[in-house]
C-alpha cells in the first residue's frame, strides 16, 4: 500500500494536458507545500518547501487542466510513490504524487462547481426531470386566485403565518 499525502499546496505551473495514445487524459501538476512560521519578531518567515509533481487520469485529468491555474491553492489528496528513469546512464529517481482528488482552496477564493456527466448530458436530463416534476406538483405553481399568498390576505399579506 502506497502512502497517502493529504494537505494545502500551491500550483507552481499550469496543468499539462496530454493524450496517451489509447486516448485517455492524463494531467501533470506541479505543487508546492510550503510551511511560514512567526519568528521572534512576529514576522511570518517561509520555512521548508517540498514539491512534487502529481499525476491524474481520465475524466479528473480534463478537470483539473480546465479548472486549475499557476499559482493557484489547492486542497489535495493522493498516494505517494517513486519515479525511476535512467538518463545519460545514471538512475535516477523522484517522489510523485497519483492524485486521488483535487480542487481550490476556498481560504481566499470562491468556486462555482459545475458536476460533468459522462457524456455531458447528465444536467440536461436533470434539469427536464425537475420539470416534468414541478408541471404535476400542486404547490410547485403560483398563488391561488384570489388573495393567494400566505394568509389569503387577511392576516399578513404574503407574510408567513409564523
Known sequence: MLPTLNG??????DPELRYAAS????V??????NSRKKDPSGEWKDD??????????????????????RGMEVVVS???KTDSWEKDGEKKSAPSLLVDSIGPSL?????????????GSGRQEFQ????????GDPWGSGAPAGGGGWGGGAVGGDEPPF
Request: glycine share 12%.
Open 78 to 80: 493522493g498516494r505517494m
Open 107 to 119: 481560504r481566499f477564493a470562491t468556486a462555482r462547481v459545475e458536476k460533468v456527466g459522462g457524456s
Open 23 to 26: 486516448g485517455g487524459a492524463v
Open 28 to 33: 501533470k501538476v506541479r505543487l508546492a507545500f
Open 8 to 13: 494545502t499546496a500551491r500550483l507552481i505551473d
Open 48 to 69: 521548508a518547501s517540498f514539491f512534487i509533481t502529481g499525476t491524474a487520469f481520465g475524466q479528473a485529468a480534463e478537470n483539473i487542466a480546465a479548472t486549475l491555474q
Open 128 to 135: 427536464q426531470a425537475r420539470q416534468q416534476q414541478a408541471a
